[in-house]
């Protein structure tokens, strides 16, 4: 009895750690490997284009939204492209507001480096304070890829 009662015992334990459907172990948004959220407001469309040499720029260059809305950079040549911010060209107390809105970032209020044809990067400017947004491109900035987002 006390035989049958410990592989019993041993059985279920097994079952327990191994044998039940594992929970799901999809990233948390934010995380490397997890799909972007589903911007909540409008979506206002930035293309990064380049030839390779000589020309690369965002279009268009100087953009004015509403607070609330999200800013789609899409790399459509030329890459590879990101957008970052200088910390002394964005208004008081922007810099947290794009820290958090800024997914997976390679360096301070720089997005991460868009590698592919028609991949995004999404900056949502929900709680941003109004005001002038002077960003770049990384890669590009000895080029002139610059962009001026005003929030109003």
């Known amino acids: 009895m006390r035989f049958t009662l410990l592989t019993t015992i041993a059985a279920l ?19 490397p490997g997890a799909a972007p959220a589903a911007p909540a407001g409008p979506v ?12 690369a720029a965002f279009e268009p260059a100087a953009l004015t939204i509403a607070p609330g809305t999200t800013v789609r950079f899409i790399n459509v040549s030329g890459g590879p492209h990101n957008v970052a911010f200088w910390s002394d060209s964005i208004p008081a107390g922007a810099e947290a507001v794009l820290a ?14 868009l590698q ?13 304070p109004a005001g002038k947004y002077k960003g770049f491109c990384v890669p590009h900035q000895g ?3 610059k962009i001026q987002i005003t929030v109003q």
């Not at 206002?44 to 020309?55: C, D, F, L, P, Y």
């Not at 991949?119 to 941003?128: I, K, L, R």
């Open 100 to 113: 958090a809105a800024l997914t997976n970032p390679i360096d301070k209020l720089s997005g991460q480096f």
């Open 13 to 31: 334990g097994a079952l327990a750690c191994g044998g039940e459907k594992k929970a799901d172990q999809t990233p948390a948004a934010g995380q």
């Open 143 to 145: 080029m002139g890829m």
């Open 44 to 55: 206002v469309e930035v293309k990064m284009t380049g030839n390779g040499s000589t020309k």
């Open 116 to 128: 592919q044809p028609n991949e995004t990067y999404d900056v949502s400017f929900a709680n941003a």
